[in-house]
C-alpha cells in the first residue's frame, strides 16, 4: 500500500463533498426519467416527489473510487477493479448497463479486468460511465497538477474503459471538477467560467470528446437547453462523446449555482442521472455543501462510505 499524504484527511473530506454533489444529481435525475417528476422540477425546482431518492450505479461506482483512494491515495486499478466488482455483486440492480454487467460479473468471477474488459467492450467502451464516477477522484486530486490528475483519472477509467475516448472523457471531466475547486472563490465570475473549457481543453487529448467541448465553449450561455442540445448532445447514446461536452457547458453556465445546475441538466434529458450526477460533482466542488439544497440531501438515499 502507498504512503498516505500528509493531507489525506483534508482531500477525504473534498472527495465526500464531490460524492454529495454527485450523488444527490443521479439519485433526483433518476427520479426524473417519471414525466411527473421532470415536470414538477421545471415548474418548481423543490416540488420534487419526497425521498428517499435511490441513486444508481453512477453513484455505486463513485464510492468504490472514493474506496481505493481512502485505502491508497492514489487509484490501484486491481484494487479498484475488485471493489467495483463486489459493490456490483452486493447490488446489481442498481442501473448498471448490459456491458457492465457482464464485465463486473466477470471480474468477480476471477477473470482479470484487463481480458474482461476487452472480450466485453472490443476496442474497449466509450461509454459516459468513466466520467459519471469521476468527481471524488477530481476532488481528492484537487490541488495537485493538472497532468496528475489527468493520470488518475485515466487509471481509473482504464479498469472498464479502454476506449480513447472513454479515457478523454474521464480526463475532462477530472480536470473540469479541480477547476471548480480551485477557482471556487470566484465561481460567479463569467471569465472564471469560462476558463473552464480553457483548461479542460488543455489537457483532454484529441478525438470526438475534445472537439465536442471546443463545440461547446462556443455556445453562448444565453442559450436555451433545447437548442444547446441538438448541437451537442445530452447523453442519449450513452457516450462519452455525445454527454461530457453538455455537462461541461451547463457546469461552467451555472458554476455557482447549484439548483440551477441540475434543473437545467434534467430539462436537457438524454442520459438524466448520469448527466446530473456529472454536473452535481462538478458544481459542488465550486459552490461548497452549502449550495446543495439541504431538503435534496435529505431526500437523497443516505450513503453508506
Known sequence: MNTLPPDHTGRMARAALALDGLSVGDA???????????????????????????FTDDTVMALGIYEVLYEYGTIDQDRLARVFAARYKAQPWR???????????????????????????PGGSYGNGSAMRIAPLAAYFAEADYSEI???ARLSAG???AHAEGLAGAVATAIAGAYAWRNRDRRADETVKRGLFDEVLAHTPRGDVKKGIEHAALLDFSLSIETVVPLIGNGRRISCQDTVPFCLWVAANHLDDYQTAIVRTIRGGGDIDTNAAIVGGIVALATGREGVPRDWLADREELVI
Request: charged share 20%.
Open 95 to 121: 442501473g448498471y448497463g448490459a456491458g457492465a454487467h457482464r464485465l463486473l460479473d466477470q471480474i468477480g468471477n476471477g477473470i482479470d479486468w484487463r481480458n474482461a474488459a476487452e472480450c466485453v467492450f
Open 150 to 152: 489527468a493520470h488518475q
Open 159 to 161: 479498469v472498464t474503459h
Open 28 to 54: 433526483l435525475g433518476e427520479t426524473c426519467f417519471r414525466t411527473h417528476n421532470w415536470e414538477a422540477v421545471q415548474e418548481d425546482p423543490r416540488a420534487t416527489t419526497r425521498g428517499p431518492w435511490p
